[in-house]
Nanobody, 121 residues
C-alpha cells in the first residue's frame, strides 16, 4: 500500500510565501514523475508543476517565476515553494506521483488527499 501525505497548506496574504511538502510512504520500489495539481473553487483540477525522477521540472505558465518544485529522492518527498502568492492561487493542492510498488507490477498513479491554500487580498 502506498500513501502520499501532503502538508503546508495555510491562509496567507497576497505577496506571501508557502512551502508544500508531500511524502510518499509504503511499499515503494521506484518513483517516477512527482507533481502538484490544484483545484480552485468551482473549477477543474489543473497541473501546477511536475518534476521527473532526474530532477527536470516543468511549470504551468501561471506560476513560472513564482513557484519552484523540487524533490528529495532519499526521502521520497516532493516540495513546492510558492512565492509572490496571488488570490488566484487559492485552491486545494494535490500531490501526484507515479510509483512502482512491486518489482513485477506496473507503475501506478497515486494522489494525496489535498491541502488547502488560501491567499487573501
Amino acid at each position: 500500500q502506498v500513501q502520499l501525505v501532503e502538508s503546508g497548506g495555510d491562509l496567507v496574504q497576497a505577496g506571501g510565501s508557502l512551502r508544500l511538502s508531500c511524502a510518499a510512504s509504503g511499499s515503494i520500489v521506484s518513483i517516477g514523475n512527482m507533481g502538484w495539481y490544484r483545484q480552485p473553487p468551482g473549477k477543474q483540477r489543473e497541473l501546477v508543476a511536475q518534476i521527473s525522477s532526474g530532477g527536470s521540472p516543468n511549470y504551468a505558465d501561471s506560476v513560472k517565476g513564482r513557484f519552484t518544485i523540487s524533490r528529495d529522492n532519499a526521502k521520497n518527498t516532493v516540495y513546492l515553494q510558492m512565492n509572490s502568492l496571488k488570490p488566484e492561487d487559492t485552491a486545494v493542492y494535490y500531490c501526484n506521483s507515479i510509483i512502482k510498488s512491486t518489482a513485477w507490477g506496473p507503475r501506478m498513479n497515486y494522489w494525496g488527499q489535498g491541502t488547502q491554500v488560501t491567499v487573501s487580498s
